[in-house]
């Protein structure tokens, strides 16, 4: 990680060691090249963050005056069903997002550990990483086609003798949070595969070459090189797709807009739904905040198993 | 690297399987918006001819002339401001030295990891009590607030690696700091910041959140918008969706599969530099 050298080079040490060694000089200019970014950053970013936390505090329709209700508001995080239910979902989402991928793809990296190197590994990963680049409204409106009665879903199930099964996926109560999560498990996969692909293309050879004349098999190899190698990858792809997760609100917007019931609801679509539907602001801004300390603190627990840099 | 025939055969399969996985949703689109009205709507089906009347359909009952030219407009802004802002403080966060640089950098740091949930309620009030809420400022000015923390970012390490000679030449031939970034070490940087652009200007298209929030003028609508009210209208009209949708996708998509390259290294790179 390249923040982990934020100490390495000493702002400036290249002017001050032309100038025989003394304190950098303070460059006021600086503030200059910085405030613009800084001042549209803080406007429209900093500050609305800091107005969220403190929304989080009152009950507000969104037109009336509102009260203050300390932490009313965090506390139904936990006591409202509705709400402590969508962050549950959320849970299912990581699973779907995250787990799944990064655990398919590698195994899939363990059995062809040497892909990197092949003849037209380029078009696989332009295709393999093409998902990533579609809007995700398109992304759902394809998978709402797939999930209907009679889309491809219904017909592949058809096909190999489960017609018994088939249905409306994304309108059933049990399958609708699911068939969300199988998406962002295709939108996963091939990220994955493509981010450990290019981790092991870099491991030295012969670092494979020494575990097999020690006679190590595949699985001795992938546990004791393949991996440890490939924590900084992993690491990579947690993030992402747990981040992915835990974001997820234009799917289920476009898809199911939380339904059938309450079965699809997550923290951001019930933030959304909560400040601009329901007119319950301080409630949305609490899971706002909510969401946000969750995705900060599970995103600094992955950095856990980075490794450190040590250059 | 040789690889045994057997083995590499397997390569391709488990390759070409997941390679297909990832792209059948995206062929059965194509497949659909192809798909004269005539034939089953949903599934997997080859057309019985080739019909390009979904796509003159979906344009005409939806306005994504419109839809199109307001995505344009608001990308193009945002990509625009958000190069020339995260230059600037780019270039001072990786070569000057000022009081308060690291706590300025990691504020910004934050915007990176933060949902768009943590600041769009209170933004959208903020917004509406200035009189901006439905008009491009709306959708311009947060959409770049959101990608600065990503391109200073990438725009300072960039910067970082820059050799520190090549500027001390600069400077002695008397050239002032601004000089020095254009003239010198803008130019050399230009593949980094095509690749901020592109990455930039992929997020800023496929943006549905702030448009949703901050837009109720249809003629501000951008096309992912534009997609899910046109969505709601048609529910049940999976060629004309596949249209519209494909009509969406295109410009992002085009632009990937002529550079995809700088595409993924970008997002890779970007993201594990995190």
């Known amino acids: ?311 | 690297m040789r690889i045994a025939r057997r083995e590499a055969a397997l390569n391709y399969l488990v390759l070409g399987v997941f390679s297909l996985f990832a792209v059948v949703p995206m062929v059965g689109v194509l497949l659909s918006a192809v798909t004269p009205t005539t034939d089953p709507q949903a599934g997997f089906h080859l057309p019985s001819s080739f019909d390009l009347g979904n796509f003159v359909e979906a344009w005409n009952r939806g306005q994504f002339s419109t839809y199109l030219r307001s995505s344009l407009t608001v990308t193009i802004s945002v990509v625009i401001l958000t190069s020339i802002l995260s230059i600037f403080a780019g270039f001072a966060f990786a070569r000057l030295h000022f009081p308060g640089k690291n706590v300025l950098f990691f504020l910004l740091l934050a915007g990176l990891m933060l949902p768009a949930e943590a600041f769009i309620i209170p933004l959208y009030y903020d917004l509406r009590g200035a009189g901006l809420t439905d008009s491009y400022w709306a959708l311009i000015l947060p959409q770049t607030a959101q990608s600065l923390a990503f391109g200073v970012f990438w725009m300072r390490n960039q910067f970082r690696t820059f050799p520190g000679e090549i500027m001390e030449a600069g400077k002695m031939d008397g050239a002032s700091d601004l000089r020095v970034l254009w003239r010198i070490v803008v130019p050399p940087s230009v593949p980094a910041i095509t690749t901020m652009c592109l990455l930039v200007a992929m997020w800023t298209w496929n943006e549905f959140l702030i448009p949703l929030i901050m837009v109720s003028s249809e003629n501000l609508r951008t096309a992912p918008l534009g997609l899910a009210f046109f969505q709601g209208q048609h529910i049940t009209e999976y060629s004309l969706l596949a249209a519209a949708g494909t009509i969406v996708a295109l410009p992002i998509v085009l632009l990937y599969f002529f550079l995809q390259r700088r595409f993924i290294s970008g997002m890779l790179n970007g993201i594990s530099s995190r």
Request: proline share 5%.
């Open chain 1, 1 to 311: 990680m390249r923040l982990a050298t934020t100490n390495r080079t000493i702002p400036g040490a290249s002017t001050t060691r032309a100038r025989s060694g003394r304190r950098p000089r303070v460059q006021w200019k600086a503030y200059l090249y910085v405030l613009p970014a800084f001042v549209v950053f803080a406007v429209f970013l900093g500050i609305p963050v800091v107005q969220t936390a403190q929304y989080s505090l009152f009950e507000w329709n969104g037109i009336g005056p509102s009260t203050w209700v300390g932490l009313q508001n965090y506390v139904a995080l936990f006591t409202d069903v509705k709400l402590r239910d969508s962050f549950l979902h959320a849970g299912v989402m990581i699973f779907f997002y995250s787990v799944v991928p990064v655990t398919l793809a590698l195994v899939l990296t363990a059995v062809i550990s040497r892909a990197a190197h092949l003849r037209g590994m380029s078009v696989f990963r332009t295709l393999l990483f093409l998902p990533q680049v579609v809007s995700s409204v398109v992304v759902a409106t394809t998978w709402i086609s797939i999930y209907s009665p009679e889309g491809l879903a219904n017909q592949v199930l058809r096909a190999i003798g489960l017609g018994s099964i088939t249905r409306a996926w994304l309108g059933d109560f049990d399958t609708a949070l699911p068939a969300i999560g199988l998406i962002g498990s295709w939108l996963g996969i091939g990220l994955c595969l493509v981010l450990f692909l290019s981790g092991v293309a870099n491991i030295p050879r012969e670092l494979f070459e020494a575990a097999r004349m020690d006679g190590a098999g595949a699985l001795r190899e992938f546990f004791g090189i393949t991996l440890p190698a490939l924590r900084g990858q992993i690491a990579v792809a947690l993030t992402l797709t747990v981040v992915a997760a835990l974001k997820t609100f234009d799917l289920v917007y476009v898809t199911t807009r939380g339904g059938p019931g309450n079965s699809t609801s997550l923290p951001a679509f019930e933030a959304y739904n909560r400040a601009f539907t329901t007119g319950q602001v301080g409630s949305a801004a609490a899971v706002a905040i909510g969401l946000s300390v969750l995705i900060l603190v599970i995103t600094a627990v992955i950095q856990k198993i980075q490794p450190e840099d040590v250059e």
